[in-house]
């Protein structure tokens, strides 16, 4: 007799999602004057490859209308969460232009739908979060996130290739990963948990915070079962419902639900 699949024990919980400053409301389009807004290089990513020249030739247009090589770095930080058309983004595997053992993953085409940021909890990837910081020498932390909440997750189910891997933060296997994912989002109750936007500096947490009582309501969960990996998204409505859909991911292929949530009345 097959052994049951014992489900994590984390509790409800809600999301924080971090977005980056924009001078035209989130709207999905690239910023009107993207040289005066300094705001956004807050995010590491953002100030290490923001191109302000190329982003004042598109300034205005809307983000998938931008070549793929063009595109604003903050279309991955959830700049367009609060865009009332869906958006496609092209999403590289970090290692595909830099590792041979990585070459052959191939770009993929994401879906962002309309009202939508992508949530990724990059805390619950890291080897000393889920292991504990001792996890190299064999030594499983009783208070790290694996054995806290029941989570089947071992280093032992990481690649063995290539070496360099083994010395990333980063948890790399597949099986580790979705035992984390899924844990992770087990904890967002439909209709109870609550997703919070902020930023790092004080105009845009300000900004936020006045918008807050508009977009803070209900959470609506669907899932995909089909592929590797997680995308998810946290959408909302125009009437102040947020919903979450996730997709694995083959990188290759993947699916999305867009169907719109109702409202809360």
Same mark, same amino acid.
């Given at each position: 007799m097959a052994t049951p699949k014992i489900m994590p024990r984390?509790?409800?919980?809600?999301?924080?999602?971090?977005?980056?400053?924009?001078?035209?409301?989130?709207?999905?389009?690239? %910023? *009107?004057?993207? $040289?005066?807004?300094?705001? %956004?290089?807050?995010?590491? $990513?953002?100030?290490?490859?923001?191109?302000?020249?190329?982003?004042e030739r598109h300034a205005g247009q809307f983000l998938d209308s931008v070549p793929h090589d063009e595109a604003p770095p903050c279309f991955s930080e959830r700049v367009s969460f609060l865009s009332a058309r869906p958006q496609h983004r092209l999403a590289r595997h970090a290692y595909a232009r830099t590792s041979d053992d990585?070459?052959?993953? $191939?770009?993929?085409?994401?879906?962002?739908?309309?009202?939508?940021?992508?949530?990724?909890?990059?805390?619950?990837?890291?080897?000393?979060?889920?292991?504990?910081?001792k996890w190299k020498k064999g030594s499983i932390d009783a208070n790290a996130l694996a054995e806290r909440w029941g989570i089947d997750s071992h280093p032992e189910y990481e690649p063995d290739a290539p070496d360099w891997l083994h010395d990333r933060p980063w948890i790399q296997g597949h *099986?580790?990963?979705?035992?984390?994912?899924?844990?992770f989002f087990?904890?967002?109750?439909?209709?109870?948990?609550?997703?919070?936007?902020?930023?790092?500096?004080? $105009?845009?947490? /300000?900004?936020?915070? /006045?918008?807050?009582?508009?977009?803070?309501?209900?959470?609506?969960?669907?899932?995909?079962f089909d592929g590797w990996g997680w995308m998810s998204s946290i959408c909302i409505t125009n009437t102040g419902s947020i919903r979450t859909r996730r997709s694995r991911t083959r990188w290759r292929r993947w699916r999305a639900w867009s169907k719109r949530a109702r409202c809360a009345t």
């Amino acid at each position: 007799m097959a052994t049951p699949k014992i489900m994590p024990r984390v509790p409800r919980s809600h999301l924080s999602v971090r977005v980056p400053w924009h001078d035209a409301g989130w709207d999905g389009t690239v %910023c *009107r004057a993207p $040289r005066q807004n300094s705001s %956004c290089l807050a995010l590491n $990513r953002i100030g290490a490859a923001k191109r302000d020249e190329t982003e004042e030739r598109h300034a205005g247009q809307f983000l998938d209308s931008v070549p793929h090589d063009e595109a604003p770095p903050c279309f991955s930080e959830r700049v367009s969460f609060l865009s009332a058309r869906p958006q496609h983004r092209l999403a590289r595997h970090a290692y595909a232009r830099t590792s041979d053992d990585h070459r052959h993953i $191939r770009d993929t085409l994401f879906l962002h739908p309309a009202f939508s940021a992508a949530a990724t909890p990059f805390g619950w990837l890291l080897k000393d979060r889920a292991w504990g910081e001792k996890w190299k020498k064999g030594s499983i932390d009783a208070n790290a996130l694996a054995e806290r909440w029941g989570i089947d997750s071992h280093p032992e189910y990481e690649p063995d290739a290539p070496d360099w891997l083994h010395d990333r933060p980063w948890i790399q296997g597949h *099986r580790n990963q979705q035992g984390l994912l899924d844990a992770f989002f087990s904890a967002i109750e439909p209709k109870e948990s609550l997703v919070f936007f902020y930023a790092k500096r004080g $105009r845009t947490e /300000s900004a936020l915070a /006045s918008a807050a009582s508009r977009t803070m309501s209900g959470l609506h969960a669907t899932r995909a079962f089909d592929g590797w990996g997680w995308m998810s998204s946290i959408c909302i409505t125009n009437t102040g419902s947020i919903r979450t859909r996730r997709s694995r991911t083959r990188w290759r292929r993947w699916r999305a639900w867009s169907k719109r949530a109702r409202c809360a009345t």
